[in-house]
């Protein structure tokens, strides 16, 4: 087989893959409607505010429901130090305009 | 020589260039499949959190309301509900007992919810999959907890929330108000915090705003916001992720630069050759082209590929160490592929475009000098 050939066969193949990989998310978009409705109903039922995307600490569990003190009220002089604190920006309604 | 086929002898004549630097070109190949999967797998995992985030939290409260003292929360008088029950537009208020409970034993830390209908009544309680795992209990088992006096209580386990719903309950425990109470020491008439009903969104502002004037120590929180928190949770501007895109970016540019600077005397001297022997200038400039486009198309292709699969079939286990921190109870982060066209053009055009531009510039300036002062340098 010509290198050419074996080159266009394998990007024919690469964007084949990246076409199914579109085909995959629909399908799998469709499949989790239930699941997402089932979700959204639980925070409906159970008035939840957030994620649960990190646990470690106050103000990354309930990012919606900190203050912008938090993170450094343990204790005097305290400084932010939970890896997760690194990640999340600060809700945009404690330092937008109006903001608490 | 018809278009199709000379390209094809171009992409021959290429590749067995690429091959003679074998070592150099796959390094180069690795590197750049490299960025474009951290950059492809950050934009999967932001972009399917993002949305599954607006989906799910599409029934959160409409406005929920905490009272502030000396600039810290406290909990609040459900006296506080009368007050706001009368302003017009409030069709419902309802107070919420939730907490934090820190498990000395498993080191963890869990979120205990009151909802508003708990069916199993006294000494029982649901547990999401993450405590259940941390705690290695399943249902009918019993998990104890110190309550705030220092004494020993446990509960049974009715009922474990499923493994797909770990996005939202993987630390949560709900419990009867009395246990809570007891368990924390909470005295009657006094709630974490309010959940308002407004139909209406557009009055939720105004909602809102009279909560404040009406109660100065108090602060509503409406539902936008919540959205608007997590849309702009992992943007690109939020803290490790421009660290992520600034290296993956600055990496980029120095590979474009590598290119765009100059060519090895070698590759000077290989135009050199082929413009002696007859090459055109469009010739080489074209075989430039396919060189760049075989390795960035290659790397572009095997990055996001990879990408997808590790966001979406490995549950992003690379970025496990980050994301878990110090935590003990760490969610499943099984998202939903919510994948955008747009995003792969966009990572299509910032990536395979600069490069193969940059290779072809170098390679003009070689072409278009005399192949006998090329050959004589």
Known sequence: ?100 | MPGFQKQKYLIDFTLSALLRRKGKNTALVLVYALVVFVLASVLFFTQALRREAALVLAGAPEIVVQRLTAGRHDLIPESYADAIRNIRGVSDVSPRLWGYYYDPVFGANFTLLVPQEFPYGRGNIVIGQGVAEVSRSSIDNILPFWTHEGRLTSFKIAEIFSSDSQLISADLILISEPDFRSLFGLAEGVATNLVLTVKNAKERPIVAAKIKKLLPDTRPIIRDEILRTYDSLFNWRSGILLVVLAGAGLAFIIFAWDKATGLSAEERREIGILKAIGWETSDVILMKFWEGGIISLTSFLSGVLLAYVHVFFTSSFLFEPVLKGWAVIYPEFKLVPFVDAFHIATLFFLTVVPYTLATIVPAWRAAIVDPDAVLRT
Do not use: W
């Not at chain 1, 399908?27 to 699941?35: P, Q, T």
């Not at chain 1, 990354?60 to 002089?77: C, E, K, S």
């Open chain 1, 1 to 100: 087989m010509r290198k050419a050939d074996f080159f266009l066969a394998c990007i024919a193949l690469g964007f084949s893959l990246l076409a199914l990989m579109f085909v995959h998310s629909a399908l799998a978009r469709r499949e989790a409607a239930s699941n997402l409705r089932a979700k959204a109903k639980m925070v409906a039922k159970m008035g939840l505010t957030d994620l649960c995307l990190f646990t470690e600490a106050r103000y990354t569990r309930h990012p919606v429901m900190a203050d912008l003190n938090t993170p450094f009220q343990d204790y005097p002089m305290s400084i932010e130090h939970y890896p997760s604190g690194a990640l999340l920006p600060v809700p945009r309604h404690l330092t937008g305009k109006g903001g608490y």
